[in-house]
């Protein structure tokens, strides 16, 4: 029954024409869509685990490390004040590399550059952690990532990945998030898929989690080999849905079914 | 997860899995093992239905964290108290789910905590008593899995 | 070296009733999943919670493999005089953590 449910709305996707962008008052965080308990979860910092890493991140912040034996606070001191506002900028463009990098790899760049230390591997608890702590000084701050005129052919690359249809379902992420996010599959929202939270804590993963491993589940999802952590197509997918959730305030550390 | 189960589970379940949904309505029948556990704490005393309250969602988004609120109705004076709360559960691999031990100074018979229900499922707590009664309600919870869901480890 | 989170009013008047919450980073992995490979990941859960207050026990848990990652635990204390309440959290592979809180009771 759910079964034959689930294949006929994703007929019905595949076959609908590709809506345009949802407009800035239409836009919706996963936490709109969640139910009371889960949304208990996020709102109340002793009952949200993601606070957990990002007490942990703040540890890390004090640490000493690399050949550098400088610890991120003896160069940006209070995170309170210096990283306010920062995650809602990212991804950044970094002239160096000349391309994008997201907050986790500039935390690993200033890892390498001024610590002199080895770059901690994604999704490893440490990286997890200093991300999230970062990013929670934004929290609130209303999302305001591609404004770098550098950053434009990387958003317009996102944007065309965003659209265009893979893998063995032959869906584009814009066939759920853009034109059927106020449905739903086999009983959950299909929400519409904006990146205000992260690193959150999800339910399924029992963990937190980054934007990039989010991603890579959806794209599993739609039986499409997915890109590897760090790819450049990760990063631009991330930084399309950054500006694309303009406006939206960040939420880390969110919690998500 | 809670169980053992670790076939591949493709997106949106096409194979059967989807969003954790669990519905809670009354039951009757207790399995075995459940039976064993409950009488490890209870021994030969009956347990009786009523003053206990279980709280589960009707709906929750996934069975990895489903919360739970055990309250029991009593005075909480020197005389009259909850001594502690004991919450089963039929099907994961262990029937017990925890033990909560209180005191005349909790001043408030109620414990909440997170629970991992990956299956459909009775969830049972039995409450004793100063005056060592035992007290009790069961819900039967309906689980089924959530979307989006990657490979295990 | 684990986070804890706790949650205790910092005042309090006597003879009132306060919730305390408790969360505890923790995988909580139950001994019950198996790696690709087809080996038994071992368990490694916290398997007591332990609550005091100045010295005295108030509320105390057995946790199993079915309580949540992080463990979540909330209860209430009756508050009779100003104090420290101190949380003790234990589990396999020899898992061993403290966190305290003081509340002023008028």
């Keep these: ?257 | 997860m809670a169980n053992s189960e670790h076939t591949r589970r493709t997106f949106f379940g096409l194979t059967g899995g989807a969003a954790a949904l669990v519905i809670v309505r009354p039951v009757d029948a207790t399995p075995a093992m459940l039976s064993a556990a409950i009488r490890n704490v209870v021994g030969e005393a009956n347990v009786r239905t009523g003053k206990v309250k279980l709280d589960i969602p009707p709906l929750v988004e996934n069975g990895n964290t489903v919360p739970m609120t055990v309250s029991v109705t009593s005075p909480m004076t020197a005389d009259e108290y909850v001594k502690s709360i004991h919450v089963f559960n039929e099907k994961n691999p262990q029937p017990n789910i925890g033990n909560f031990y209180l005191g005349p100074r909790a001043g408030r018979a109620q414990v909440s905590t997170r629970i991992r229900l990956a299956d459909s499922q009775k969830v049972t707590a039995i409450a004793r008593l100063s005056d060592d009664t035992f007290w009790s309600a069961t819900a039967d919870v309906v689980v089924t899995l959530a979307a989006c869901t990657e490979e295990a480890i | 070296m684990p986070s804890a989170l706790i949650n205790v009013p910092k005042k309090a008047k006597r003879g009132d009733v306060i919730e305390i919450k408790t969360l505890m980073s923790h995988i909580m992995e139950t001994g019950y999943r198996h790696t690709a490979s087809g080996d038994v990941v071992p368990r490694d859960i916290i398997t007591s919670f332990t609550c005091r207050f100045n010295g005295i026990e108030v509320f105390r848990a057995d946790l199993y493999p079915a309580i949540a990652a992080n463990p979540f635990i909330t209860f209430f204390a009756t508050v009779t005089e100003s104090g420290k309440f101190e949380f003790e959290w234990i589990g396999d592979k020899g898992f061993s953590e403290t966190a305290s809180a003081s509340i002023t009771v008028e």
């Design chain 1, 1 to 257: 029954m759910r079964i034959a449910l689930c294949i006929a709305l994703l007929t019905a996707m595949a076959g609908a024409a590709l809506a345009t962008e949802i407009s800035l008052d239409q836009r919706r965080s996963g936490y709109s869509f969640m139910s009371a308990d889960t949304k208990a979860m996020q709102d109340e910092d002793t009952a949200n685990p993601g606070m957990l890493f990002v007490l942990d991140g703040e540890a890390l912040w004090k640490r000493k490390a690399g050949s550098a034996d400088k610890a991120c606070a003896d160069c940006h001191s209070d995170a309170r004040v210096s990283m306010k506002g920062v995650a809602a900028h990212y991804p950044a463009f970094e002239k160096t590399l000349g391309k994008p990098v997201d907050l986790e790899g500039r935390i690993n760049l200033c890892r390498s550059n001024h610590q002199q230390a080895s770059p901690f591997a994604y999704e490893s608890r440490e990286l997890l952690a200093l991300t999230a702590y970062v990013a929670q000084q934004s929290r609130g701050v209303p999302i305001a990532a591609g404004d770098d005129p550098d950053l434009a052919p990387f958003v317009e690359k996102g944007h065309a990945l965003f659209v265009q249809r893979q893998g063995q379902l032959n869906l584009a992420c814009a066939n759920c998030h853009d034109d059927n996010w106020d449905k739903k599959l086999a009983g959950s929202p299909i929400t519409q898929g904006q990146p205000t939270g992260y690193p959150l804590y999800r339910l399924e993963w029992q963990a937190l989690g980054s934007l990039q491993r989010r991603l890579r589940a959806c794209i599993t999802g739609i039986r499409a080999q997915a890109y590897d952590y760090g790819s450049p197509e990760l990063v631009e997918l991330e930084l399309y849905l950054m500006t694309r959730a303009r406006g939206m305030p960040v939420e880390t550390p969110a919690v998500r079914p």
